[in-house]
């Protein structure tokens, strides 16, 4: 099969396991909107900021290294699994001790409710668990057992939620004798969050319990010091993209007044959900050419291949700007259709144009991924943190949650461009400047006319938008024909 056309196969597999988990749970933020006050729901966005922190440091880059030494001809394939298999259970172990033995520290530094700290660790755990069975599939190429696992976990969580926050009040107050109405409890809803959230990933673990079972478990020491060195920059890469990603909910619960904080990281939060779409594509795209990258980084001139998908990623995420951006006072209806969201608004072509640097960036990081040069993504990603922290740090007192916004979008263009001259460097690739800077900069600017130029005019908005549709079919249709139809 031409691999490209089976890449795109693969991705819009990883893709339905990616979009349609996250369409599902992206239903809980009108349901959590709906149910909790500003405030309430920035309670919420700082606990899960902690939760993305925390998930990066308990996955310490095995993720990544899993792929690396995997594919590596010269080693035993049952050996990597079964030493990264050790390697992440016996962390997690001892991490959840310790945890549990500071539990009431880590309440008092976060100001977290000891209650949620409790669920909080528990998920933890049995998230980092899965984690080598889940890039076992991937490697191995079963994208519709991954989409089964991934989709069960979602949609189990999305049923709990809609239990314990729609139907048990209901039921409560209809008939308070019930079985179930003893279930109840007022002013319990974050509790009944993370109760969802905590069962679905008990479920999902005994769903990918399998590769656990599977006898005899070999831990290599070479193996693993060699994948914990690969690891490291990841880890420090990974931090990094999370502080660019969550932090600044953090940085505005630190920096911002008590009596407002919450409710501007509510508002802030909600409307932040409305980049879904990009990061679903980003997400479902990284997940096909990861293993992609390293399994066709011994053919003959992958540059060649990576360059066009980089060329069709920029392509299809301009498109995905543009609509966002001139829809967007339609899809906030469906995703935040509270009104005491809305004032936050205003950060949504910023945060939709990071989220696509982003996804342009895993593209490029290709470079240092196959040339086994990880630290510079460390490099380049604790960059990025830092102006992410720099900016926010000078700028929310004064600005809010824009500055965070604003924040966000200079650090990942600054990784985009960091990257794209490093990898120069050290593994050129022949992107196709002219096209990819053309798409960039129309997209970008029909897209900045429409929201603030025009302010929002769906009308205008949606010639803009066709404009562009135009544009891509005229220069694109004959080469995605190719792709698709080419065996």
Same mark, same amino acid.
């Given at each position: 099969?031409?691999?490209?056309?089976?890449?795109?196969?693969?991705?819009?597999?990883?893709?339905?396991?990616?979009?349609?988990?996250?369409?599902?749970?992206?239903?809980?933020?009108?349901?959590?909107?709906?149910?909790?006050?500003?405030?309430?729901?920035? !309670?919420?966005?700082?606990?899960? *900021?902690?939760?993305? %922190?925390? $998930? =990066?440091?308990?996955?310490? @880059?095995?993720?990544?290294? &899993?792929?690396?030494?995997?594919?590596?001809?010269?080693?035993?394939?049952?050996?990597?699994?079964?030493?990264?298999?050790?390697?992440?259970?016996?962390?997690?172990?001892?991490?959840?001790?310790?945890?549990?033995?500071?539990?009431?520290?880590?309440?008092?530094?976060?100001?977290?409710?000891?209650?949620?700290?409790?669920?909080?660790?528990?998920?933890?755990?049995?998230?980092?668990?899965?984690?080598?069975?889940?890039?076992?599939?991937?490697?191995? !190429?079963?994208?519709?057992?991954? *989409?089964?696992?991934? %989709?069960? $976990? =979602?949609?189990?969580?999305? @049923?709990?939620?809609?239990? &314990?926050?729609?139907?048990?009040?209901?039921?409560?107050?209809?008939?308070?004798?019930?079985?179930?109405?003893?279930?109840?409890?007022?002013?319990?809803?974050?509790?009944?969050?993370?109760?969802?959230?905590?069962?679905?990933?008990?479920?999902?673990?005994?769903?990918?319990?399998?590769?656990?079972?599977?006898?005899?478990?070999?831990?290599?020491?070479?193996?693993?010091?060699?994948?914990?060195?690969?690891?490291?920059?990841?880890?420090?890469?990974?931090?990094?993209?999370?502080?660019?990603?969550?932090?600044?909910?953090?940085?505005?619960?630190?920096?911002?007044?008590?009596?407002?904080?919450?409710?501007?990281?509510?508002?802030?939060?909600?409307?932040?959900?409305?980049?879904?779409?990009?990061?679903?594509?980003?997400?479902?795209?990284?997940?096909?050419?990861?293993?992609?990258?390293?399994?066709?980084?011994?053919?003959?001139?992958?540059?060649?291949?990576?360059?066009?998908?980089?060329?069709?990623?920029?392509?299809?995420?301009?498109?995905?700007?543009?609509?966002?951006?001139?829809?967007?006072?339609?899809?906030?209806?469906?995703?935040?259709?509270?009104?005491?969201?809305?004032?936050?608004?205003?950060?949504?072509?910023?945060?939709?144009?990071?989220?696509?640097?982003?996804?342009?960036?895993?593209?490029?990081?290709?470079?240092?991924?196959?040339?086994?040069?990880?630290?510079?993504?460390?490099?380049?990603?604790?960059?990025?943190?830092?102006?992410?922290?720099?900016?926010?740090?000078?700028?929310?007192?004064?600005?809010?949650?824009?500055?965070?916004?604003?924040?966000?979008?200079?650090?990942?263009?600054?990784?985009?461009?960091?990257?794209?001259?490093?990898?120069?460097?050290?593994?050129?690739?022949?992107?196709?400047?002219?096209?990819?800077?053309?798409?960039?900069?129309?997209?970008?600017?029909?897209?900045?006319?429409?929201?603030?130029?025009?302010?929002?005019?769906?009308?205008?908005?949606?010639?803009?938008?066709?404009?562009?549709?135009?544009?891509?079919?005229?220069?694109?249709?004959?080469?995605?024909?190719?792709?698709?139809?080419?065996?």
């Amino acid at each position: 099969m031409n691999p490209l056309k089976k890449l795109f196969k693969q991705t819009f597999i990883y893709g339905l396991a990616t979009v349609l988990p996250r369409m599902l749970s992206f239903l809980l933020t009108p349901l959590y909107v709906t149910v909790l006050p500003t405030d309430g729901y920035g !309670e919420v966005s700082i606990i899960f *900021a902690w939760f993305a %922190i925390f $998930n =990066v440091l308990l996955a310490y @880059g095995m993720e990544t290294a &899993f792929f690396r030494f995997y594919n590596d001809t010269s080693l035993n394939k049952k050996t990597v699994v079964t030493t990264s298999l050790i390697s992440i259970g016996v962390s997690s172990f001892i991490f959840m001790l310790l945890a549990f033995i500071f539990k009431g520290a880590i309440s008092s530094i976060s100001d977290i409710d000891p209650q949620f700290i409790t669920y909080a660790i528990l998920i933890l755990v049995l998230d980092a668990l899965v984690i080598i069975p889940f890039s076992w599939l991937r490697a191995n !190429e079963k994208p519709m057992r991954y *989409a089964l696992v991934k %989709i069960a $976990n =979602v949609v189990i969580n999305l @049923g709990l939620n809609c239990f &314990f926050l729609l139907i048990l009040p209901i039921l409560a107050e209809s008939n308070p004798n019930a079985f179930l109405s003893g279930l109840y409890k007022p002013n319990f809803e974050i509790s009944y969050i993370f109760i969802s959230m905590l069962i679905a990933s008990g479920i999902t673990l005994l769903l990918m319990l399998r590769l656990y079972l599977r006898r005899p478990y070999v831990f290599d020491r070479f193996i693993w010091t060699n994948m914990m060195k690969y690891a490291a920059p990841v880890l420090v890469a990974g931090i990094a993209f999370t502080i660019n990603e969550v932090f600044d909910r953090i940085m505005l619960d630190w920096l911002l007044p008590d009596d407002i904080a919450e409710s501007e990281i509510g508002k802030y939060s909600a409307c932040y959900k409305l980049t879904l779409f990009m990061t679903l594509f980003a997400t479902a795209f990284r997940m096909g050419i990861e293993p992609f990258f390293f399994s066709h980084s011994k053919s003959d001139n992958p540059q060649r291949a990576y360059a066009q998908i980089t060329n069709y990623f920029v392509i299809l995420g301009s498109v995905i700007l543009l609509s966002v951006v001139v829809y967007a006072d339609v899809l906030k209806l469906f995703i935040v259709p509270n009104s005491d969201y809305w004032e936050a608004m205003s950060v949504v072509p910023i945060i939709i144009l990071a989220s696509f640097c982003l996804g342009i960036y895993h593209n490029l990081s290709v470079w240092y991924k196959v040339t086994d040069r990880t630290k510079f993504g460390a490099y380049i990603s604790l960059i990025g943190a830092v102006l992410t922290i720099i900016i926010n740090f000078a700028f929310i007192p004064y600005f809010g949650y824009v500055a965070s916004a604003v924040a966000t979008l200079v650090a990942y263009a600054s990784m985009v461009i960091l990257s794209f001259f490093f990898g120069r460097m050290y593994y050129p690739i022949p992107y196709n400047h002219r096209k990819i800077v053309f798409y960039l900069v129309v997209s970008i600017s029909f897209s900045m006319l429409s929201f603030y130029a025009f302010n929002r005019n769906l009308i205008i908005g949606s010639i803009l938008f066709i404009i562009f549709l135009g544009m891509v079919y005229r220069l694109e249709s004959d080469k995605l024909k190719q792709i698709f139809l080419r065996k």
